[in-house]
């Protein structure tokens, strides 16, 4: 079964960090490129960051500095590092693998990630 199970949110304090993990079940997993959107309540979901299969990074402009994203192929796993996080990064936060040239878009179920005072 084709799988992303996200893990690390959690509630965390302006100015604090957190990790969040994707685990991917599929094989093949490193031509996969991978990305990480949010959802914030009454928003759209948007995009993140991205990691190609050849790991190649892109930052929204709002994480930019802040957030950094990476993978390890041997353990089939995309990482977000967010630092100095804002009230505004309160989201749900998604996992996503898309194969280039294809349709095959695989979607995690998300993990909540809330800064709060």
């Known amino acids: 079964q084709v799988q992303l199970v996200e893990s690390g949110g959690g509630l965390v304090q302006p100015g604090g960090s957190l990790r969040l993990s994707c685990a991917a079940s599929f094989r093949y997993f490193s031509i996969y490129d991978m990305s990480w959107y949010r959802q914030a309540p009454g928003k759209e979901r948007e995009l993140v960051a991205t990691?190609?299969?050849?790991?190649?990074?892109d930052y929204a402009d709002s994480v930019k500095g802040r957030f950094a994203i990476s993978r390890d192929n041997g353990k089939n796993t995309v990482y977000l590092q967010m630092n100095s996080l804002k009230l505004e990064d309160t989201a749900v936060y998604y996992c996503?693998?898309?194969?280039?040239?294809?349709?095959?878009?695989?979607w995690g179920q998300g993990t909540q990630v809330t800064v709060s005072s």
């Open positions: 996503n693998g898309k194969l280039r040239g294809t349709t095959v878009s695989v």
């Open positions: 990691i190609t299969s050849g790991g190649s990074t």
